[in-house]
Protein backbone atom coordinates (compact mmCIF):
# COMPACT_ATOMS: atom_id res chain seq x y z
CA UNK A 1 0.00 0.00 0.00
CA UNK A 2 1.16 3.36 -1.05
CA UNK A 3 -0.09 6.38 0.88
CA UNK A 4 0.34 10.33 -0.33
CA UNK A 5 -0.74 13.22 1.16
CA UNK A 6 -2.12 16.25 -1.45
CA UNK A 7 -4.76 18.76 -1.53
CA UNK A 8 -4.38 18.27 -5.10
CA UNK A 9 -5.44 14.85 -5.34
CA UNK A 10 -9.10 14.25 -5.21
CA UNK A 11 -9.83 10.47 -6.97
CA UNK A 12 -13.99 11.13 -6.54
CA UNK A 13 -13.70 14.62 -8.53
CA UNK A 14 -11.22 12.90 -11.24
CA UNK A 15 -13.82 10.33 -11.78
CA UNK A 16 -16.79 12.76 -11.82
CA UNK A 17 -14.13 14.80 -14.76
CA UNK A 18 -15.04 13.07 -17.70
CA UNK A 19 -11.67 11.70 -18.57
CA UNK A 20 -12.29 8.50 -17.43
CA UNK A 21 -14.63 5.59 -17.52
CA UNK A 22 -13.66 2.26 -15.72
CA UNK A 23 -13.39 4.31 -11.78
CA UNK A 24 -16.36 2.96 -9.89
CA UNK A 25 -17.23 3.26 -6.24
CA UNK A 26 -16.98 0.59 -4.34
CA UNK A 27 -18.76 -1.03 -1.61
CA UNK A 28 -16.35 -0.50 0.67
CA UNK A 29 -15.81 3.25 -0.04
CA UNK A 30 -12.94 3.04 -1.95
CA UNK A 31 -12.71 3.13 -5.81
CA UNK A 32 -11.71 1.17 -8.06
CA UNK A 33 -9.45 1.93 -11.63
CA UNK A 34 -8.84 -0.71 -14.27
CA UNK A 35 -6.20 0.87 -16.68
CA UNK A 36 -2.80 -0.38 -17.99
CA UNK A 37 -3.73 -3.82 -17.77
CA UNK A 38 -3.97 -3.29 -13.79
CA UNK A 39 -6.29 -2.92 -11.30
CA UNK A 40 -6.01 -0.61 -8.20
CA UNK A 41 -8.18 0.41 -5.31
CA UNK A 42 -8.19 3.86 -4.23
CA UNK A 43 -9.11 5.42 -0.44
CA UNK A 44 -8.95 8.86 0.60
CA UNK A 45 -9.26 10.27 4.40
CA UNK A 46 -8.86 14.15 4.44
CA UNK A 47 -5.64 15.18 2.26
CA UNK A 48 -4.35 11.27 2.51
CA UNK A 49 -4.79 8.90 -0.10
CA UNK A 50 -3.97 5.28 -0.17
CA UNK A 51 -3.11 3.44 -2.75
CA UNK A 52 -3.76 -0.27 -2.80
CA UNK A 53 -0.71 -1.85 -4.61
CA UNK A 54 2.97 -2.68 -4.58
CA UNK A 55 5.81 -0.30 -4.77
CA UNK A 56 6.74 -1.80 -8.13
CA UNK A 57 3.57 -1.24 -9.77
CA UNK A 58 2.88 2.09 -8.16
CA UNK A 59 6.90 3.00 -9.40
CA UNK A 60 6.41 1.81 -13.09
CA UNK A 61 2.73 2.40 -13.82
CA UNK A 62 0.42 4.40 -11.23
CA UNK A 63 3.08 7.58 -10.29
CA UNK A 64 2.85 8.36 -14.09
CA UNK A 65 -0.92 7.63 -14.34
CA UNK A 66 -1.79 9.62 -11.49
CA UNK A 67 0.29 12.65 -13.16
CA UNK A 68 1.99 12.70 -9.68
CA UNK A 69 4.91 14.32 -10.97
CA UNK A 70 3.44 17.64 -12.17
CA UNK A 71 3.31 20.43 -9.55
CA UNK A 72 -0.40 21.11 -9.34
CA UNK A 73 0.25 24.29 -6.68
CA UNK A 74 1.65 25.70 -9.75
CA UNK A 75 -1.53 25.75 -11.20
CA UNK A 76 -3.07 26.75 -7.93
CA UNK A 77 -0.72 29.94 -8.32
CA UNK A 78 -1.75 30.71 -12.05
CA UNK A 79 -5.45 30.90 -11.18
CA UNK A 80 -4.80 32.99 -7.84
CA UNK A 81 -2.75 35.18 -9.71
CA UNK A 82 -5.85 36.07 -12.35
CA UNK A 83 -9.09 38.29 -11.80
CA UNK A 84 -11.35 35.25 -13.02
CA UNK A 85 -13.68 34.94 -10.18
CA UNK A 86 -16.10 32.37 -11.91
CA UNK A 87 -12.16 30.18 -12.33
CA UNK A 88 -11.27 30.61 -9.13
CA UNK A 89 -14.14 29.36 -7.83
CA UNK A 90 -14.20 26.13 -10.14
CA UNK A 91 -10.52 25.13 -8.84
CA UNK A 92 -11.92 25.84 -5.69
CA UNK A 93 -14.55 23.25 -5.96
CA UNK A 94 -12.33 20.91 -8.07
CA UNK A 95 -8.91 21.33 -7.04
CA UNK A 96 -8.89 17.79 -6.63
CA UNK A 97 -8.37 17.02 -10.69
CA UNK A 98 -5.65 16.17 -11.91
CA UNK A 99 -5.23 15.11 -15.89
CA UNK A 100 -4.59 11.23 -15.93
CA UNK A 101 -2.17 9.73 -18.68
CA UNK A 102 -3.91 7.07 -19.85
CA UNK A 103 -2.99 4.38 -22.59
CA UNK A 104 -3.56 5.98 -25.92
CA UNK A 105 -5.47 3.63 -27.38
CA UNK A 106 -8.11 2.89 -24.90
CA UNK A 107 -8.55 6.75 -24.78
CA UNK A 108 -9.42 6.53 -28.72
CA UNK A 109 -12.25 4.06 -28.91
CA UNK A 110 -13.33 5.52 -25.26
CA UNK A 111 -14.41 9.19 -26.68
CA UNK A 112 -15.41 8.01 -30.17
CA UNK A 113 -17.58 5.70 -28.40
CA UNK A 114 -18.43 8.83 -25.87
CA UNK A 115 -19.85 11.22 -29.22
CA UNK A 116 -23.52 12.42 -28.43
CA UNK A 117 -23.53 9.71 -25.61
CA UNK A 118 -24.40 9.80 -21.83
CA UNK A 119 -22.13 8.22 -18.92
CA UNK A 120 -23.53 5.41 -18.21
CA UNK A 121 -24.17 4.30 -21.60
CA UNK A 122 -20.49 4.85 -22.45
CA UNK A 123 -19.61 2.94 -19.66
CA UNK A 124 -21.48 0.05 -20.63
CA UNK A 125 -20.35 0.10 -24.05
CA UNK A 126 -16.49 -0.19 -22.71
CA UNK A 127 -17.38 -2.98 -19.73
CA UNK A 128 -18.86 -5.05 -22.16
CA UNK A 129 -16.09 -4.79 -25.14
CA UNK A 130 -13.61 -5.67 -22.67
CA UNK A 131 -15.78 -8.31 -21.04
CA UNK A 132 -16.10 -10.29 -24.89
CA UNK A 133 -12.38 -9.63 -25.24
CA UNK A 134 -11.95 -11.72 -22.13
CA UNK A 135 -8.55 -10.64 -20.97
CA UNK A 136 -8.23 -10.42 -17.55
CA UNK A 137 -6.21 -7.19 -15.53
CA UNK A 138 -3.19 -8.01 -13.04
CA UNK A 139 -4.64 -7.39 -9.30
CA UNK A 140 -2.36 -7.17 -6.27
CA UNK A 141 -4.40 -9.70 -4.41
CA UNK A 142 -2.37 -9.91 -1.79
CA UNK A 143 -3.02 -5.91 -0.94
CA UNK A 144 -6.47 -5.90 -1.96
CA UNK A 145 -9.69 -7.29 -0.28
CA UNK A 146 -11.95 -9.72 -2.41
CA UNK A 147 -10.66 -9.15 -5.70
CA UNK A 148 -11.33 -12.11 -6.94
CA UNK A 149 -14.70 -12.23 -6.60
CA UNK A 150 -15.83 -10.32 -10.01
CA UNK A 151 -13.29 -10.59 -12.44
CA UNK A 152 -11.45 -7.47 -14.01
CA UNK A 153 -11.04 -6.99 -17.61
CA UNK A 154 -8.05 -5.26 -18.82
CA UNK A 155 -9.02 -3.24 -22.10
CA UNK A 156 -8.67 -4.95 -25.37
CA UNK A 157 -5.80 -3.84 -28.01
CA UNK A 158 -6.36 -3.61 -32.09
CA UNK A 159 -5.41 -7.65 -32.13
CA UNK A 160 -7.70 -8.69 -29.23
CA UNK A 161 -10.84 -9.03 -30.35
CA UNK A 162 -13.03 -9.85 -33.54
CA UNK A 163 -14.06 -7.32 -35.69
CA UNK A 164 -17.56 -8.47 -36.44
CA UNK A 165 -18.61 -8.07 -32.74
CA UNK A 166 -19.32 -4.59 -33.56
CA UNK A 167 -22.47 -5.53 -35.26
CA UNK A 168 -23.99 -6.43 -31.77
CA UNK A 169 -26.71 -4.33 -31.26
CA UNK A 170 -26.10 -5.47 -27.57
CA UNK A 171 -23.35 -3.38 -27.18
CA UNK A 172 -25.42 -0.13 -27.02
CA UNK A 173 -22.62 1.76 -29.57
CA UNK A 174 -25.36 2.75 -32.18
CA UNK A 175 -24.00 4.99 -35.49
CA UNK A 176 -20.79 4.43 -33.66
CA UNK A 177 -20.24 0.64 -34.51
CA UNK A 178 -19.16 1.25 -38.17
CA UNK A 179 -16.41 3.78 -36.84
CA UNK A 180 -15.06 1.67 -34.46
CA UNK A 181 -14.73 -1.11 -36.88
CA UNK A 182 -12.83 0.98 -39.23
CA UNK A 183 -10.52 2.16 -36.22
CA UNK A 184 -9.71 -1.20 -35.51
CA UNK A 185 -9.09 -2.67 -38.92
CA UNK A 186 -6.78 0.22 -39.09
CA UNK A 187 -5.12 0.01 -36.25
CA UNK A 188 -4.66 -3.72 -37.33
CA UNK A 189 -3.29 -2.96 -41.25
CA UNK A 190 -1.04 -0.20 -39.41
CA UNK A 191 0.85 -1.16 -36.13
CA UNK A 192 3.31 2.07 -36.67
CA UNK A 193 0.36 4.55 -35.56
CA UNK A 194 0.24 4.82 -32.58
CA UNK A 195 3.72 5.25 -31.51
CA UNK A 196 3.65 7.78 -34.48
CA UNK A 197 0.87 9.89 -32.73
CA UNK A 198 2.90 9.82 -29.81
CA UNK A 199 5.90 10.85 -31.86
CA UNK A 200 3.90 14.12 -33.01
CA UNK A 201 3.13 17.23 -31.35
CA UNK A 202 -0.02 18.26 -29.94
CA UNK A 203 -0.96 19.83 -33.81
CA UNK A 204 0.39 16.97 -35.65
CA UNK A 205 -1.67 14.50 -33.38
CA UNK A 206 -4.90 16.52 -33.86
CA UNK A 207 -4.71 16.24 -37.36
CA UNK A 208 -3.62 12.94 -38.21
CA UNK A 209 -6.36 11.79 -35.69
CA UNK A 210 -9.14 13.86 -37.03
CA UNK A 211 -8.14 11.73 -40.73
CA UNK A 212 -10.00 8.64 -39.49
CA UNK A 213 -13.39 8.70 -39.75
CA UNK A 214 -15.24 9.42 -36.18
CA UNK A 215 -12.83 11.66 -34.78
CA UNK A 216 -13.99 15.36 -34.66
CA UNK A 217 -11.70 18.22 -33.54
CA UNK A 218 -13.69 17.34 -30.09
CA UNK A 219 -13.17 14.11 -29.93
CA UNK A 220 -9.59 14.24 -31.04
CA UNK A 221 -8.71 17.07 -28.61
CA UNK A 222 -10.11 14.32 -25.78
CA UNK A 223 -7.36 11.68 -26.72
CA UNK A 224 -4.63 14.52 -27.63
CA UNK A 225 -5.27 15.73 -23.69
CA UNK A 226 -5.81 12.09 -21.85
CA UNK A 227 -3.91 9.79 -24.21
CA UNK A 228 -1.10 11.94 -25.24
CA UNK A 229 -0.64 14.14 -22.55
CA UNK A 230 -1.24 17.59 -24.62
CA UNK A 231 -2.07 19.67 -21.80
CA UNK A 232 -2.51 22.75 -23.95
CA UNK A 233 -5.15 21.18 -25.81
CA UNK A 234 -8.73 22.64 -24.93
CA UNK A 235 -11.94 20.11 -25.95
CA UNK A 236 -14.64 21.80 -26.20
CA UNK A 237 -18.12 20.26 -26.12
CA UNK A 238 -21.33 21.35 -25.73
CA UNK A 239 -21.23 22.26 -21.90
CA UNK A 240 -17.86 23.88 -22.97
CA UNK A 241 -19.63 25.77 -25.23
CA UNK A 242 -22.22 26.66 -22.95
CA UNK A 243 -19.84 27.67 -20.08
CA UNK A 244 -18.03 29.47 -22.55
CA UNK A 245 -20.63 31.56 -24.07
CA UNK A 246 -21.86 32.27 -20.16
CA UNK A 247 -18.91 33.23 -18.22
CA UNK A 248 -16.59 34.21 -21.10
CA UNK A 249 -18.40 35.85 -23.83
CA UNK A 250 -15.62 38.48 -24.55
CA UNK A 251 -13.51 35.59 -24.90
CA UNK A 252 -11.62 32.98 -22.78
CA UNK A 253 -8.35 34.29 -21.85
CA UNK A 254 -5.64 31.27 -23.01
CA UNK A 255 -2.47 33.41 -23.14
CA UNK A 256 -2.98 33.20 -19.18
CA UNK A 257 -2.99 29.61 -18.97
CA UNK A 258 -0.67 29.11 -22.24
CA UNK A 259 -0.02 25.32 -22.16
CA UNK A 260 -2.12 24.07 -19.44
CA UNK A 261 -5.32 25.06 -20.96
CA UNK A 262 -6.74 21.64 -20.69
CA UNK A 263 -5.98 21.27 -16.89
CA UNK A 264 -8.18 25.12 -16.76
CA UNK A 265 -10.84 23.35 -18.67
CA UNK A 266 -10.93 20.52 -16.64
CA UNK A 267 -12.08 22.90 -13.84
CA UNK A 268 -14.47 24.39 -15.42
CA UNK A 269 -16.01 21.32 -17.16
CA UNK A 270 -16.34 19.21 -13.49
CA UNK A 271 -17.75 22.74 -11.97
CA UNK A 272 -20.19 22.99 -14.91
CA UNK A 273 -21.10 19.42 -14.02
CA UNK A 274 -21.46 20.00 -10.64
CA UNK A 275 -23.65 22.91 -10.91
CA UNK A 276 -26.29 21.07 -13.59
Same mark, same amino acid.
Given at each position: ?? #? ?12 ? $? ?8 ? =? ?77 ? @? ?6 ? $? ?15 ? #????? =? ?32 ? $? ?31 ? @? ?50 ? #? ?15 ? =?????
Amino acid at each position: MI #EVTSKYFDPFEIME $SGQCFRWHKN =ENGRLSVIALERYIEIEKSGDTIRFFCDKCDWDNIWHDYFDMSRDYGYIDKLISGTKDVHLKEAFKLGQGIRILKQDLW @EMIVSFMI $SQNNNIPRIKGSIEAIC #ERAGI =EAICESHSIENVAVTKKYSFPGPLDVDISMFDDK $SLGLGYRAPFLKDIFSFARENPEWLDSLKSMNY @EQAKAALMERKGIGPKVANCICLFGLGHVEAFPIDTHVKQLLDKYYSAGFDF #EAFDGVAGIIQQYLFYY =ELMNK
